[in-house]
Every structure is written in structure tokens, then in C-alpha cells.
């Protein structure tokens, strides 16, 4: 059986699902575990049995043992280790967004064009099976072509103070949104968006110095048209306690709604519980399913992270994994949240 060994960069809350998901695929030989905070990495690496663990990323990623790097660092620090990696040619996935900006991700790119490394980003939502099933039938033209498109996420308010007190240069657009662009870019696959005109305000998150919430209206090369949204205004008890998602396609020969409210599962305890992302906060009412990486399920960790972990691996080792999301489409994805937010503070539209 091929096997690789694996560096994962960071052991928060997402590096944490990586590193878990990494152990639980037999084709990861070597595991080695990397933070700056000493408590949080031995917490780690002791849960995932790594067989190294360190607070220095070049130790980790330049090990010869390390044949893949996952950089799961918060997104303010993803250049340092994602450019050691391609720098070395060895393949890495980085969480989105890709990096916060644009020089960042052609540096990256730049470094794995001359070393041959492949670069992909972590757009975990992709790997809900529901959204997979919408790929396919885009990619199988039981569609036609897709001409108008809705996508809309929502998460807690919880979620936004957490992404907003650790990231001082990230907006609703770069971190949340991101997913719809990605989503809708990939759906509707050859198409170049030429223009965006973006509208936001900001009442709750005023004192973050970010929006509450942004709406966008992208235009593409051959006059298709993209409508996409997001919000951080949901309360903190809101029982979707991460995220409500909505995709809608108009094509010509067909249309498809996607529906990810997670009102199917529900939950009400007796005593409440406390949110996967944010364990901070409880709440009374739970829509099972609606954590957005996944769950752990007596003791194992299952869901989209741990699917795409897996498509990642067994991507580099040439026995499969499909749905991966290249650095070159991130950076269109990063290129046009960027403009959006442009477009809020000039309030007219923006050419790409």
C-alpha cells in the first residue's frame, strides 16, 4: 500500500479535525504536529499519537519523512509555511481563504511552478454530499448552461467574533462568503467574472471595524449572472450553530436548489449543549449536522474535512481523490471577495 507521512501546521480547532483525520487514514505512515502554543500542541499531539511534535513549522515540513503539509495555522500566518512547502515541491493544502493577499498567493504559486508542487485549499463544503451531487450535474450538462445562480451562508454571530478577534485583516466576504464563491466558480466552471458590484453594512460588528453582512452581484464574460450573500447576524443560541446554506441554479436545459438549513436533524436536550466551533456558547435547540467541518461520533471524526482529508492523500499518492480545489481557482476566489469588499467601500461596481 502507498503511504506518505503528513505535517499538520497548527493545532487549533481545524488543525486539531486535521490531524484527527490524518489518523484515522492508513495511508498516513508519519504524522508530525506543529504550534507555537506548547499546551495546545501537546494536547495534540498526544490525542493523535504524532509521531513528531514541534513549535517550529521548518522543522516539521522540511522532514524527509514528510511527503505532505496541511496548513491549518489561522489564516493570517498561511504564507510562511505554505510557501517552505512548495518551495520544497512537497503538495500542500491550506485552509481558506488561501492567504489574505494577493502577492501572498503568487509568491505560493510561483514557488510550486518552479518546484513542481501542487497546491490546493481546503473549501471543506464542497464535500457535503449534497453539494457534490450538484457538481455532478453541472459537470454532466443535465443543467445546460448554468446562466443565473443564488447562493447565500449564514453563521452565528458567535462564529464572527471568533473569526473577527483572531484575524484583524479578514471580512464576512474573505472568510464566509468565500465558500458560495467557490462553490458557484466551480459550478459554473469556463466562465470568467468580469465585474462585481458589492453592497454591506455594519451595526453588530461596528465595534470590529467589520460588516455584519455583504451581498454581491457578480457578472460574468458571457452576461450569466451570480447573486451571492452572507451574514454574521444570527444570534449566538441560533440551533444552526455554525452555518445555513442555500445554493440555487438556473440553467438552460434545468434547475437544482440546494437546501443546507439542517432542519432535518434536531436536537432539543434537556440540558443545553455547547457549540462545536465556538464551545463557548450553548444552545437549548441543535440542528444535528450543521457544524460545518464534521462531528465526532464516539470517538471517531466524520464528515467534509475528514472527507476531503482523505481525497487530499489519496490525490498525492495517485489512487484517487476528486473535488480538490487548486490554488489557481483560491486565487480567483480570494481576487474577486477582494474586489466585493472594494465595491462596498466605493459603493460603485468593480471591474476584474
Not at 504536529?33 to 500542541?41: A, R, W, Y
Not at 454532466?140 to 478577534?165: C, F, H, N, P, S
Not at 487548486?326 to 459603493?347: F, N, P, Q, W, Y
Amino acid at each position: 500500500m502507498k503511504t506518505t507521512g503528513v505535517a499538520v501546521i497548527g493545532a487549533g480547532g481545524i488543525g486539531t479535525l486535521r490531524a484527527h483525520s490524518c489518523a484515522q487514514i492508513p495511508q498516513v505512515d508519519y504524522l508530525a504536529v506543529c504550534d507555537i502554543v506548547p499546551e495546545k500542541l501537546d494536547r495534540l499531539a498526544e490525542s493523535v499519537r504524532a509521531d513528531v511534535a514541534t513549535e517550529e513549522y521548518e522543522v516539521a515540513i522540511r522532514d524527509e519523512r514528510v511527503g505532505a503539509v496541511i496548513v491549518s495555522s489561522d489564516e493570517e500566518f498561511h504564507h510562511g509555511p505554505a510557501a517552505l512547502a512548495a518551495e520544497l515541491g512537497k503538495p500542500v493544502l491550506i485552509e481558506k481563504p488561501f492567504v489574505l493577499d494577493l502577492d501572498e498567493a503568487d509568491d505560493i504559486l510561483a514557488k510550486a511552478d518552479a518546484s513542481g508542487a501542487e497546491i490546493f485549499v481546503g473549501y471543506t463544503q464542497r464535500y457535503r454530499r449534497r453539494f457534490l451531487l450538484a457538481k455532478q450535474a453541472a459537470f454532466a450538462g443535465q443543467l445546460g448552461d448554468i446562466v443565473m445562480a443564488l447562493g447565500k451562508i449564514y453563521v452565528t454571530r458567535a462564529v464572527g467574533e471568533a473569526v473577527a478577534r483572531r484575524s484583524p485583516n479578514t471580512t464576512p466576504s474573505i472568510n464566509t462568503l468565500t465558500y458560495m464563491v467557490d462553490l458557484i466558480l466551480w459550478y459554473m466552471e469556463g466562465k470568467k467574472p468580469v465585474e462585481v458590484y458589492a453592497r454591506s453594512a455594519s451595526f453588530v460588528f461596528r465595534k470590529y471595524n467589520r460588516d455584519d453582512f455583504q451581498w454581491m452581484i457578480v457578472t460574468f464574460d458571457d452576461g450569466s449572472v451570480a447573486t451571492l450573500g452572507t451574514s454574521w447576524l444570527p444570534p449566538h443560541h441560533w440551533p444552526a450553530y455554525t452555518a445555513t446554506m442555500e445554493i440555487d441554479l438556473q440553467g438552460t436545459k434545468g434547475s437544482l436548489n440546494v437546501d443546507d438549513a439542517h432542519r432535518d436533524v434536531i436536537l432539543a436536550p434537556e440540558d443545553p449543549i455547547p457549540c462545536p466551533y465556538t464551545p463557548e456558547h450553548q444552545v437549548n435547540v441543535a440542528f444535528l449536522g450543521s457544524a460545518m467541518p464534521g462531528d465526532f461520533v464516539m470517538g471517531e471524526f466524520f464528515g467534509p474535512m475528514k472527507e476531503e482529508t482523505d481525497a487530499f492523500v489519496r490525490h498525492i499518492l495517485g489512487i484517487g481523490g476528486v473535488g480538490l480545489a487548486t490554488g489557481a481557482h483560491a486565487r480567483e476566489v480570494l481576487a474577486l471577495t477582494m474586489a466585493a469588499d472594494r465595491s462596498c467601500k466605493e459603493g460603485q461596481p468593480v471591474a476584474l
